[in-house]
T-cell receptor, first 115, second 112 residues
Framework: KAGVTQTPRYLIKTRGQQVTLSCSPI?????VSWYQQTPGQGLQFLFE???????NKGNFPGRFSGRQFSNSRSEMNVSTLELGDSALYLC??????????????FGPGTRLTVL | QKEVEQDPGPLSVPEGAIVSLNCTYS??????FMWYRQYSRKGPELLMY????GNKEDGRFTAQVDKSSKYISLFIRDSQPSDSATYLC????????????FGTGTRLQVTL
């Protein structure tokens, strides 16, 4: 079974631009979560989607948004990029139903650099 | 103060040593505890998953949870150079299963 895939793997943007990252979960997984990983803060939860609905949200500004499609694929968008948004963005999918799962399977991440 | 504290290391041990990795936490609502391993330029990989207090063993890995002390541990026996990675603890309360709170990770180097 194929793992979680994320595209693109690397991205360079300039301040003020916006960016869209994509995540394809493991086949059959309906829950997709997004995390930001930086050296100083570690892994921080952004949001989680289940059946095209945002189920949980972390403490990030409104510039960070996401969505999930009917095939469970998910995208996250960051608008008006800031230098501090440079990070590894990780997507994780979970196999369980509406109550979620603690067994999350991570993709390789998208490395975003903001210049 | 962060909800989950983890010594960043690096921790360097010789091959064959027993490794002890630890996290402390402050949120008593945490019920689910996990350990992830992350190799350079890769996403985290789930190693161990435990609920509430107790021990769990899987091959060379043993996870311990002491909720009374708000302290979790991961032991690696007979460590191998392939165990060299960053180890992340993660936890969540009941009811918000997918919203994990992570430690910052401990970098482990197993030398020949």
């Amino acid at each position: 079974k194929a793992g979680v895939t994320q595209t693109p793997r690397y991205l360079i943007k300039t301040r003020g631009q916006q960016v869209t990252l994509s995540c394809s979960p493991i086949s059959g997984h309906r829950s997709v979560s997004w995390y930001q990983q930086t050296p100083g803060q570690g892994l921080q939860f952004l949001f989680e989607y289940f059946s095209e609905t945002q189920r949980n949200k972390g403490n990030f500004p409104g510039r960070f948004s996401g969505r999930q499609f009917s095939n469970s694929r998910s995208e996250m968008n960051v608008s008006t990029l800031e230098l501090g948004d440079s990070a590894l963005y990780l997507c994780a999918s979970s196999p369980r139903g509406p109550r979620g799962s603690h067994e999350q399977f991570f993709g390789p991440g998208t490395r975003l650099t903001v210049l | 103060q962060k909800e989950v504290e983890q010594d960043p290391g690096p921790l360097s041990v010789p091959e064959g040593a027993i490794v002890s990795l630890n996290c402390t936490y402050s949120n008593s609502a945490f019920q689910y505890f996990m350990w992830y391993r992350q190799y350079s330029r890769k996403g985290p990989e789930l190693l161990m998953y435990t609920y509430s207090s107790g021990n769990k063993e899987d091959g060379r890995f043993t996870a311990q949870v002491d909720k009374s002390s708000k302290y979790i541990s991961l032991f690696i026996r007979d460590s191998q150079p392939s165990d060299s990675a960053t180890y992340l603890c993660a936890m969540s309360p009941t009811g918000t299963a997918s919203k994990l709170t992570f430690g910052t990770g401990t970098r482990l180097q197993v030398t020949l």
